[in-house]
Antibody, heavy 117, light 110 residues
Framework: QVQLVESGGGLVKPGGSLRLSCAAS????????MSWIRQAPGKGLEWVSY????????YHADSVKGRFTISRDNAKNLMDLQMNSLRAEDTAVYYC??????????WGQGTTVTVSS | QSALTQPASVSGSPGQSITISCTGT?????????VSWYQQHPDKAPKLIIY???NRPSGVSNRFSGSKSGDTASLTISGLQAEDEADYYC??????????FGGGTKLTVL
């Protein structure tokens, strides 16, 4: 079945770095744009980043531009999010999500990132 | 990009219909038929229920419907059921490769 599994979340100090990964299965990964969506505790959804099927188009929200980098490896069915210079406001559940057009049709279970000293 | 505007909460009784609005601008909702809606139950990942304004994914109940007029999109849930109690988020393409979510609406089934 179609599945997305995130990993790499955890507790990190302000200014630190973390790398999230998303393993995809059950579909042709290289055919799809992919996204990272986050949700701060008790808050709404925020589109963080997305990457086109061949990585030729990349989008980062203004809130993470210059600090986060999205990448993918189609040979391994993997997508990553490298997060640097982390801030308290980056604390959230991060979801790996498949895109179809500009909607999000398959979601992972999420991985929690906590930025705190 | 500014977040789309949704009511913080709506409520209805079982069997009734409710509508959740999602107000954007002429730069996002008003310019593109790329509005989607997501349902999120507590401690669960969101689920796509409407895409491209009016389309329902396979497996989503036909009690859910979407529409748009000008800069405002709407989600209507008919024949409310207890299981519909959840948070609902709208989302729209906003041009220049950007996308924006609404702040979310908590639906309470009385």
């Amino acid at each position: 079945q179609v599945q997305l599994v995130e990993s790499g979340g955890g507790l990190v100090k302000p200014g630190g770095s973390l790398r999230l990964s998303c393993a995809a299965s059950g579909f042709t990964f290289s055919d799809y744009y992919m996204s990272w969506i986050r949700q701060a505790p008790g808050k709404g959804l925020e589109w963080v980043s997305y990457i086109s099927s061949r990585a030729s188009t990349i989008y980062h929200a203004d809130s993470v531009k210059g600090r986060f980098t999205i990448s993918r490896d189609n040979a391994k069915n993997l997508m990553d999010l490298q997060m640097n210079s982390l801030r308290a406001e980056d604390t959230a559940v991060y979801y790996c999500v498949r895109m179809r057009g500009y909607h999000l049709d398959v979601w992972g279970q999420g991985t929690t990132v906590t930025v705190s000293s | 990009q500014s977040a789309l505007t949704q009511p913080a909460s709506v409520s209805g009784s079982p069997g009734q219909s409710i509508t959740i609005s999602c107000t954007g601008t002429s730069s996002d909702v008003g310019s593109f038929n790329l509005v989607s809606w997501y349902q999120q139950h507590p401690d669960k990942a969101p689920k796509l229920i409407i895409y491209e304004v009016t389309n329902r994914p396979s497996g989503v109940s036909n009690r859910f419907s979407g529409s748009k007029s000008g800069d405002t999109a709407s989600l209507t849930i008919s024949g409310l059921q207890a299981e519909d109690e959840a948070d609902y988020y709208c989302c729209s393409y906003a041009g220049s490769s950007s996308v924006v979510f609404g702040g979310g609406t908590k639906l309470t089934v009385l």
